[in-house]
């Protein structure tokens, strides 16, 4: 099933807006309870990256930022991820969610 999902991805910019919607709430619970590990975890990162190095605008993007949403208790596990995402955040939530893992005592997550 997970990998039928992440054959999937190609075709999630053509998805319904609320469809896509429940996939990256999906996507982002499969990584945040664990449910993915290894070679599937790291295409799941990567999937969820390169969401949001498209435009802010697209729908794409609002996939990769509900999915990160979904597992952002887990983001210090990967600083590589971090650092990554950090560099390329074009959008205020992205960046609040990034600002607050480099200070997360001050800085509050959205929800």
């Avoid at 996507?27 to 290894?38: C, D, E, R, T």
Wanted: charged share 20%; hydrophobic share 45%.
């Amino acid at each position: 099933m997970i990998h039928n999902l992440f054959d999937e991805y190609r075709f999630f910019q053509r998805y319904p807006d609320k469809e896509l919607l429940i996939t990256g709430i999906l996507f982002g619970a499969l990584i945040q309870h664990q449910l993915v590990s290894y070679i599937p975890l790291g295409i799941a990162l990567r999937y969820v990256l390169e969401a949001l190095k498209k435009p802010p605008s697209t729908k794409m993007f609002k996939f990769g930022v509900v999915a990160l949403q979904q597992f952002k208790s887990r983001l210090y596990e990967w600083p590589q991820v971090n650092r990554h995402a950090f560099f390329m955040r074009s959008n205020f939530e992205v960046t609040v969610l990034f600002t607050h893992l480099a200070n997360p005592a001050r800085t509050p997550i959205p929800s």
